[in-house]
């Protein structure tokens, strides 16, 4: 069974500071998903993630997928305090189910 | 453009009480529709699934189920709730064939 694991679950950064966040999954998968959800409110899809090497870039935020390694990363660049948010990977499995990682809940002070 | 829309935003139910939240998508048609339950402060966990009008898979047991009796409309019911039951629900859609998957506004439940 597919497994997600997120990490950290936590962080706390300062305005302007970079940061990497990760996402390994246990089995072989074709997509690979970010989201974004916002304290009592829906997700917000970032990025999907389609083959090996493919790397997304948005504002701020830019996402890459090693399936070899069955890791992906979100890294932030200078981070300001819009971004404090909980962030989802989600992994593709089978064709119509995504497994979801626990989240990171990222706090970006001033 | 396509939109998504959930309702209730939030509901209060005593326990043994019925459930219905509603989903419908606009500007596509023959979407894959989907429910997913996200407990507090955790991850997401896909509930049912329908490729079609009538067509619904069942991801986890429990005392929930789904229905599509249109082409965009994507129902989740109970016909009694379990205080186990709380938690936020999100419809969400995908272009079939397509990648990405679209999450409505949710539905906040508390079975009290």
């Known amino acids: 069974e597919l497994k997600v694991e997120q990490n950290p679950l936590f962080l706390s950064m300062q305005e302007g500071k970079n940061y990497t966040i990760y996402c390994n999954y246990s089995t072989t998968s074709d997509r690979l998903y970010w989201y974004r959800q916002d304290p009592g409110k829906s997700l917000e899809s970032l990025f999907v993630l389609l083959s090996n090497g493919a790397v997304k870039q948005e504002g701020r935020l830019m996402a890459s997928l090693d399936t070899k390694a069955r890791l992906s990363t979100l890294h932030i660049t200078a981070a300001v305090h819009d971004l404090s948010a909980t962030y989802f990977c989600a992994v593709g499995y089978n064709n119509n189910d995504m497994r979801f990682g626990a989240g990171t809940r990222l706090t970006v002070k001033p | 453009s396509q939109t998504i829309h959930q309702w209730p935003a939030t509901l209060v139910q005593p326990v043994g009480s019925p459930l219905s939240l509603e989903c419908t998508v606009e500007g596509t048609s023959n979407p894959n529709l989907y429910w997913y339950r996200q407990a507090a402060g955790r991850g997401l966990q896909l509930l049912f699934y329908?490729?079609?009008?009538?067509?619904i898979s069942s991801e986890v047991p429990q005392n929930l189920s789904a229905s599509r009796p249109q082409d965009r409309q994507f129902i989740l019911s109970s016909k009694k709730l379990l205080l186990s039951d709380s938690g936020f629900y999100l419809c969400?859609?995908?272009?079939?064939?397509?990648?990405?998957?679209?999450f409505g506004e949710g539905s906040w439940l508390t079975v009290v």
């Open positions: 969400a859609w995908r272009v079939t064939g397509g990648n990405t998957i679209y």
């Open positions: 329908s490729v079609g009008i009538g067509q």
